[in-house]
């Protein structure tokens, strides 16, 4: 009897919550704010549903002011009472971050004047908690958002292996976000290409799912041929997907391929839209690409004001190569005023950033004395923390700053010894120290050692070595001379524009050299030379036109050329200039 008594009561007191539950449901679209008063007397009567909904309400402003501490109150109150998803949700919000308030024990009313919430540092072990709950009650995106904890959180609750097997209880549970979990995990560990075609089975379960960071990932597998077939078209389909997601690496990957026709018809608008809207997601390289492309120019002229400010927003977000194509910039006057103090600064940001090159080029201005003298201690000791890493670039700079006596007094011998230990890697560092050895800087003179390191530098390709190892052959220092031998590397240097190797091969070509003189060979080689503006060149060039030597005789030829090599301050110019008589209309040779 009293079982009838209580089944009588109270089951019909259920079909009427429920009941009640559904109208305020079906209203919550088009008359939300009562809706919710509806809600908000179900859940203070206990109804689990309409305790996550009034929480729902609260966080996106449906029916109810926005308000995230009371909103995460009722949702944690329906997970305490059972209410898987509320379970989710509320894991979710830890993991984003939630004000203190929200584990306040005081009860708080949407009528009090508040003061404005803080949002709180994300908790993973609070999220973690509220994850399993769902998890254990069989919730798909509870078991998938565990199992990413579990992989992502702090070390104290890391765990892999069991991150893995909810992934896979996700995932048989059809969750698309279980396949992303399994995938990534697959990508994580994969060496061979088996494995990264396991990993892009459950990528493309998630893909398919419309999961962008899966749909991202797909492009760059099918881009790259890894795991599945390379395909250019397919993979720009899954960028352009993936972008629509905001996902901002896909951004970036369509708005190039836009830009140049890569799998997708070339459309320069809307990949430069593209392009703007990962850079202002904070996509460094894609500000960058949008610097070079506005430097460039191409179909419009360059503007390089947007481009500067470009790589600007790319420098900000880390992007080492802007700030050294920003020190270029303003080195070299691309757009605005020459500037090498400015272009030392960005050298000296995106040095810190990381960049060699950069580093290189700041000592490269604090050796021409531009970097201030405090500066240049700081460059000196960048370049020594470097170089104890075995960086032999750095372990050259140092001993140039050495030698020199940037950022530190000089100091000629430990100057050597850093060029020596630089001298097995880096080319310039050969030059160096067959030059000092040749000089006697730094240690006893060593004509012998020096030239072997000349040699080798010249090898090497470097121009200035190859110059200078002819010089050594001409006047046999360190070893034999060798005229024929010296002509070629003479010629090697020329043929890199080396104006200098170019008249030293006409002055060979002149006579008195252990090669065969041929002076229509001298002439052309010193008339290079002179048109690369070789003060000394522009003299033979006067000299041998005012005599008709290898090639007709052209006085006014001749004047013009002893003129720009007056203008070079070579005396003997102005001697031979003035023999020769002042002339009328003498023209200038182009």
Known sequence: ??????????????????????????????????????????????????????????????????????????????????????????????????????????????????????????????????????????????????????????????????????????????????????????LAQAKTQEDYKAAAVELKKAADGDMGTALYLMGVMTERGIGVPQNITESTEYFAKAAEKKVRGAQAKYGWALLSGKGVARDTVRGETWLRRAALAGDAEAAAILGDMHGRGGEMPPNYAEAISWYRFASDQGHAASSRTLGNIYLAGVGVPKDPQAAAQWFKIAAEQGDKEATAELGNLALAGVVPTSEAAEVLECYRNAAAQDDFLAA???GVALAQGVGSQKNEEEALKWIRKAADKVVNAQYWYGRMLLEGRGAERNPQEGREWMEKAA??????????????????????????EALQWYKKAAEAGNVDAMFSIGAMYGGGHEVPEDLVLARSWFQQAAEGGHGLAQLMMGRYLANGIGGDKDLEGARAWYRKAEKQNVLQASIELSKLGVGEGAQTPS
């Open 1 to 186: 009897m009293v079982w009838k008594l209580f089944q009588k009561t109270f089951g019909k007191s259920g079909k009427d919550v429920q009941s009640r539950l559904e109208q305020a449901k079906a209203q919550l679209k088009e008359q939300p704010v009562e809706a919710f008063s509806k809600l908000a007397v179900l859940a203070r009567e206990g109804s689990i549903e309409a305790q996550f909904l009034v929480g729902q309400c609260y966080l996106t402003a449906q029916g109810a002011p926005p308000d995230l501490v009371e909103g995460a109150r009722w949702i944690r109150r329906a997970g305490h009472n059972g209410w898987a998803q509320a379970s989710f949700v509320l894991a979710t919000l830890y993991l984003h971050g939630l004000p203190q308030e929200v584990d306040a024990d005081a009860p708080k009313s949407i009528f009090d004047d508040a003061p404005e919430q803080s949002k709180g540092e994300p908790d993973f072990v609070k999220a973690a908690e509220w994850a399993r709950r769902a998890a254990d009650a069989d919730y798909a995106d509870g078991q998938a958002l565990y199992g990413y904890i579990l992989t992502a959180g702090p070390e104290n609750i890391r765990n892999p292996e069991q991150a893995l097997e909810w992934y896979r209880k996700a995932a048989s549970n059809g969750c698309v976000q279980g396949h992303l979990g399994l995938g990534l995990a697959a």
């Open 396 to 398: 050259f700079n140092v």
């Open 459 to 484: 090898e090497s390709g470097m121009t200035e070595a190859q110059l200078a190892y002819g010089h050594l052959l001409i006047t046999g220092t360190g070893g034999v001379k060798d005229h024929p």
